[in-house]
């Protein structure tokens, strides 16, 4: 048996729950009573503990302020219908946050420690995880770089946190997406299949251009012949066309997304062929020109599912199906189904948090 690591807790005096609205769940600030910290010095990571939710001070020449070190993972709690607590594939998390890690020269986390981590805080932070169908506890670690210190070098001290908040549902929230042909989010041989925040600070631009254009969001096309579909935003894209879902293979331009891994094992569970390979957008076009039956949707932990209404293409354009009876719609409920306790987990995806009732 592998020893635990121990996870001091100082806990609120109050908790801010009472004055959460459940029913009016309002993601993005309001977090929960409590967050994880450890921070990286002498070559470990020390004091691993949960404190009340707090700012917590920079020196302004934190290295990571300056040089970008800095990653983040994010995915979610729910409630089971047996009332349980359970946290959706945390060990594939973990997995690719050391990837991450690896590719920033950032210093790796045990699975001991993360896995303590999460399950100290979601323990104490139950109450947090809502009841609604499909609503959730968003769960964010992050990691940066903060060695006060100028200069352009792998920083030797890291501060290593958690924080939670509630999250809705965002159901039916159809997308329109630009086909970005000019800006690129990642190359080849670059950091695109790293969660690292630079990656989403150099999406900002384009997005925001598309943003003025009247779109959500972007396909990102690959950097070498801006034709070639890759994913989009914080999302991984997918297409159903004749009856096979298409998806671009991973690769190290592209997030190896949790959801795509999960809704690919589902596909293929409900009998439906699964394609990881490269689909240009001229491939698109003429799936669409043939009136082919084409679904287009993103998939995230944050939204899910969401389905694109409408892409356009070099200025065209295009309408994928949006239907309940469409294969996303499917995809998307079986595996919240599964995330609920309402259809089997044959995979084992939810890791059951031990709350209070079941501890002495
Ligand atoms: C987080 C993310 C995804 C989706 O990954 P999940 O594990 O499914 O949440 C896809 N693309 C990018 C760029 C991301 O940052």
Redesign the pocket.
């Given at each position: 048996m592998k020893m635990k690591t121990s996870i001091t807790v100082a806990r609120v005096k109050e908790s801010k729950i009472k004055n959460y609205d459940f029913q009016n769940i309002n993601f993005g600030s309001n977090t929960t009573d409590h967050m994880f910290i450890s921070e990286y010095k002498n070559n470990e990571w020390r004091n691993p503990r949960i404190i009340p939710y707090q700012d917590v001070p920079f020196s302004p020449i934190s290295l990571g302020l300056h040089y970008g070190q800095s990653i983040f993972e994010?995915f979610k709690a729910y409630k089971l219908i047996d009332g349980n607590i359970s946290v959706f594939r945390p060990k594939k998390h973990f997995q690719r946050m050391n990837k991450s890690l690896k590719r920033m020269c950032m210093p790796l986390v045990s699975e001991d420690l993360f896995m303590s981590a999460i399950e100290s805080l979601i323990q104490l932070e139950q109450n947090w995880v809502p009841n609604q169908n499909d609503a959730s506890l968003y769960i964010r670690p992050l990691i940066i770089a903060t060695e006060a210190r100028l200069g352009v070098k792998i920083s030797d001290e890291y501060l290593f946190m958690i924080v939670c908040m509630p999250m809705a549902s965002y159901y039916n929230k159809n997308l329109k997406v630009k086909v970005e042909t000019e800006f690129i989010r990642a190359a080849d041989g670059g950091t695109g299949n790293a969660?690292c925040a630079g990656n989403y600070g150099a999406a900002f631009y384009p997005t925001q251009i598309a943003n003025k254009q009247g779109f959500d969001q972007i396909l990102w096309t690959d950097s070498e012949h801006h034709e070639f579909i890759e994913?989009s935003g914080?999302?991984?894209v997918m297409f159903v066309i004749e009856n096979k879902l298409i998806t671009p293979a991973i690769s190290n331009t592209i997030?190896d997304?949790?959801?795509?891994d999960s809704i690919i094992k589902i596909a293929k569970d409900l009998g439906i062929k699964v394609e990881e390979r490269k689909i240009s957008y001229i491939e698109l076009i003429d799936g669409f020109n043939s009136n082919v039956e084409i679904e287009a949707f993103g998939?995230?932990?944050a939204a899910v599912i969401s389905p694109i209404e409408c892409i356009d293409i070099k200025g065209k354009l295009f309408y994928p199906k949006i239907s309940n009876d469409a294969t996303y719609s499917i995809l998307a409920l079986k595996l919240s189904d599964i995330r609920t306790g309402k259809a089997e987990d044959l995979n084992h995806w939810n890791y059951i948090i031990k709350t209070s009732n079941d501890l002495n």
């Open positions: 994010g969660k994913e914080t999302m991984n997030l997304g949790v959801t795509r998939v995230g932990t």
